[in-house]
């Protein structure tokens, strides 16, 4: 039994948190100190937007919750669950369920149609028969305004389709945490916009939790808190 993924008592209030996280990458001379001690508490329902400059560590944060990454030391927990030093298939197992991602790029399958990308996390969780999951999948491209086109392929829409597919296929599993790095970056200011209305839109009438990772100003000051982050520290809470 792994003593580390085991319910922590008092944490119901916190769906995803984390306690002096430290992350080094390179070997000797090369190695640099990327996540300095951070803690952090998200409680269900709010958007957090990190922010900070380039090279500043908040990519590797945001991978760190999604335990997508290990921090050499430090506790991660989701859902009071101690996920740090669990194995990696508990880690897996708890992402696929618990947490949807949406990136810079939207890394959809070009050979599949937009819902069969949708329907990709639903396969990995094996909770619903196939025809519930083509139901969902149609459900969810309704919400971003892509159900006429559920059945073309990724590679025939358009950038800002492409990333409102991303969005509906991080909901897929109805996750309680959506992490969100650069999500807006890859796309022009108008698409940039909308997608961004689109995930607070649907975070907000889920109740789901949410930190975005992002240079975009407009999109961080329409979050619910603003954290600055500033050489792997998050330089003093809410920016």
């Not at 990136?103 to 025809?131: C, D, I």
């Not at 945490?177 to 009438?205: C, F, K, S």
Request: include cysteine.
């Amino acid at each position: 039994m792994i003593e580390s993924s085991k319910q922590v008592p008092g944490e119901a209030a916190t769906v995803l948190s984390c306690r002096g996280l430290h992350r080094y990458l390179g070997e000797a001379e090369g190695r640099v100190h990327v996540l300095r001690g951070i803690s952090l508490d998200i409680p269900p329902g709010v958007i957090y937007a990190v922010a900070g400059p380039s090279g500043c560590g908040k990519s590797t944060l945001l991978y760190s919750l999604g335990l997508l990454d290990r921090p050499d030391s430090g506790r991660i927990r989701v859902k009071g669950m101690d996920l740090a030093g669990a194995a990696d298939d508990v880690r897996t197992g708890i992402r696929n369920e618990s947490i949807g991602f949406v990136f810079q790029f939207h890394f959809l399958l070009p050979e599949f149609s937009a819902k069969e990308n949708v329907m990709l996390p639903m396969y990995r969780l094996g909770r619903w028969t196939p025809v519930e999951m083509r139901r969902r999948a149609d459900a969810l491209l309704d919400q971003v305004g892509l159900g006429h086109k559920g059945d073309r392929a990724a590679t025939h829409l358009s950038g800002g389709e492409q990333q409102r597919v991303a969005v509906a296929r991080a909901l897929a599993n109805d996750p309680a945490i959506i992490l969100a790095d650069e999500p807006t970056g890859n796309l022009d200011a108008g698409n940039a916009r909308a997608v961004a209305d689109l995930l607070m839109q649907l975070a907000r009438e889920r109740s789901r939790s949410v930190v975005v990772v992002t240079h975009n100003n407009n999109i961080a000051d329409r979050c619910d808190r603003r954290l600055a982050m500033l050489d792997g520290e998050l330089t003093g809470g809410e920016e």
